[in-house]
Structure formats: structure tokens, C-alpha cells
């Protein structure tokens, strides 16, 4: 078997500056993407535990989902008329959902009293 004989003093000398291992330029900017990143995942995570102390979500709506629903809803007192059928329509598509989860999101939001308010109904 054939060893090759590695000089040890060459793992101990400094590299010259055309053998750097790192290119400072590139781990700055690679650093202020992560930060980015890292905040924005916080402000994400503190929202969600906002929502969720709130109950008001689904398993297939968030809270802000929730709110732009309720906002493209008739008033309440209209969900009697053909409008109200038009949109529940139109919103089923918009988010691929079925009759069920849409049935469970209107049931949110008008638990909700924020949402409810957007539905025209004031609670004292």
C-alpha cells in the first residue's frame, strides 16, 4: 500500500489572502437576508399566537382569511337575497373550499365580534 507523506508545517502556516475560506462580503449580506428572515418568521409566530388566544380561525381559514371574507360578505340583513348566494359562490372558488368549511368560517365570523361588525351587526 503507497501512503502519501503530507508536510504537517503546511496545515500550520496562514493562508495566503488568495486561499481565504470565507468571502466577508458574501456572510454580510448572507446575514441580512437571515435577519430578514428571522424577523419576519418573530412577527409571524407573535401573530399566530395572537389568533389562536382569539379563536378565531379555522383549520382552513386564518384570522386575517376570516376578515376578507367577512369584508366581501353582504350585510347581514341582505343573506336572504341572491347577492349573498353570488358571493358565496364567488368565495367558495376564490379559496377552493366546500359548502361545510365555508358554513364554518360565516359561523366564525359572526361569533367574532370585530368580524360581525364588518356584517353590519353591533353588539352592545
Same mark, same amino acid.
Given at each position: 500500500?503507497?501512503?502519501?507523506?503530507?508536510?504537517?508545517?503546511?496545515?500550520?502556516?496562514?493562508?495566503?489572502?488568495?486561499?481565504?475560506?470565507?468571502?466577508?462580503?458574501?456572510? !454580510?449580506? &448572507?446575514?441580512? /437576508? #437571515?435577519?430578514? *428572515?428571522?424577523?419576519? +418568521?418573530?412577527?409571524?409566530?407573535?401573530?399566530?399566537?395572537? $389568533?389562536?388566544?382569539?379563536?378565531?380561525?379555522?383549520? !382552513?381559514? &386564518?384570522?386575517? /382569511? #376570516?376578515?376578507? *371574507?367577512?369584508?366581501? +360578505?353582504?350585510?347581514?340583513?341582505?343573506?336572504?337575497?341572491? $347577492?349573498?348566494?353570488?358571493?358565496?359562490?364567488?368565495?367558495?372558488?376564490?379559496?377552493?373550499?366546500?359548502?361545510?368549511?365555508?358554513?364554518?368560517?360565516?359561523?366564525?365570523?359572526?361569533?367574532?365580534?370585530?368580524?360581525?361588525?364588518?356584517?353590519?351587526?353591533?353588539?352592545?
Amino acid at each position: 500500500m503507497l501512503c502519501k507523506r503530507i508536510k504537517l508545517s503546511s496545515f500550520m502556516e496562514p493562508p495566503d489572502e488568495l486561499d481565504s475560506l470565507a468571502n466577508i462580503e458574501i456572510v !454580510r449580506a &448572507s446575514l441580512g /437576508d #437571515l435577519s430578514k *428572515i428571522i424577523a419576519s +418568521l418573530k412577527n409571524r409566530t407573535i401573530d399566530y399566537l395572537e $389568533e389562536r388566544a382569539t379563536g378565531a380561525f379555522t383549520n !382552513r381559514f &386564518s384570522r386575517r /382569511d #376570516l376578515v376578507d *371574507i367577512a369584508r366581501q +360578505l353582504p350585510p347581514i340583513e341582505q343573506w336572504n337575497e341572491n $347577492e349573498f348566494d353570488a358571493r358565496k359562490v364567488e368565495l367558495k372558488s376564490k379559496f377552493q373550499i366546500s359548502g361545510t368549511q365555508f358554513s364554518k368560517a360565516v359561523g366564525v365570523i359572526k361569533q367574532n365580534r370585530e368580524m360581525k361588525a364588518l356584517l353590519g351587526v353591533e353588539t352592545p
